[in-house]
């Protein structure tokens, strides 16, 4: 079993400290500020061994020169995102699993926030690692993507267990749960939701990760298959990737 740890890093980031306990080996998802990431395992006395990334934003990848050059980590990335990813080492694609010491994660494609984005399920552990394509009660902009593209790669997503905990890299629940409420506002799943993230931020904690499955039915931007959401949005009998792109287009626009 993986130890997790939750590092907080800028405004609103979450970068995630993970050690297999059987070799030892020490990895951080996303390591956009190395400081933070050198004092986490300082104050643990760990090394770092691995650096692995699920997208090229500088707020993901901007510590990794400076951890690479200090700890002599290896950095694992999308293969086909190379070019943006600074001192990738090893190339992975969709459907490869990747060894962690006596652990393993799955490669899972999530195009749609950016172009070359992946994911990391550590079935052995239930932990997905999925950068900015699930939010708490949200999910990453379209950057390099369409509505489309995006609902297929939450698709992907969702054939994993409901009880996988899904480690994203942002603290943006309350701000998600504003929008998500202005076009579902009676949702009970989103309610009780809503009520244990106010509880969690009111005492300074993190509200990730969250359940796969209790986001399942809480998130809209996972429900655009629901015909009760699609109703609601004024899209009875619309396809679920037009009903997750109109979620999107409001939500960009939105200033709740």
Not at 74 to 95: K, N, Q, S, W, Y
Not at 112 to 136: E, K, M, V
């Amino acid at each position: 079993m993986l130890e997790i740890h939750c590092l907080p890093a800028f405004a609103d980031n979450y970068l995630w400290l993970l050690r297999e306990p059987g070799s030892g080996v020490v990895g951080v998802v996303d390591p956009g500020d190395a400081a933070v990431v050198r004092a986490a395992l300082a104050a643990r006395g760990w090394g770092l061994d691995w650096i692995l990334l699920t997208h090229h934003h500088p707020d993901h990848v901007g510590g990794n020169l400076a951890l690479q050059a200090h700890y002599g980590c290896r950095i694992a990335g999308a293969a086909h995102d190379a070019a943006r990813l600074p001192g990738l080492d090893v190339g992975v694609a969709g459907g490869q699993d990747f060894a962690f010491g006596a652990s393993s994660a799955q490669i899972i494609d999530t195009p749609g926030h950016t172009r070359g984005h992946i994911s990391w399920y550590f079935a052995d552990a239930g932990a997905l690692f999925c950068g900015d394509t699930i939010f708490s009660l949200g999910c990453g902009r379209l950057f390099e993507g369409d509505g489309a593209t995006m609902w297929a790669s939450l698709q992907r997503l969702l054939q994993l267990p409901p009880d996988t905990r899904v480690y994203c890299a942002h603290e943006y629940t309350l701000a998600n749960a504003r929008f998500a409420l202005s076009v579902d506002p009676q949702h009970p799943p989103l309610l009780a939701r809503v009520a244990e993230a106010e509880a969690l931020r009111a005492r300074a904690q993190p509200t990730v990760p969250m359940r796969l499955g209790d986001e399942q039915a809480a998130n809209p931007f996972l429900r655009a298959a629901d015909p009760a959401l699609a109703a609601q949005l004024g899209m009875a009998g619309a396809q679920p990737a037009a009903v997750f792109t109109e979620l999107r287009r409001r939500k960009d626009g939105f200033r709740g």
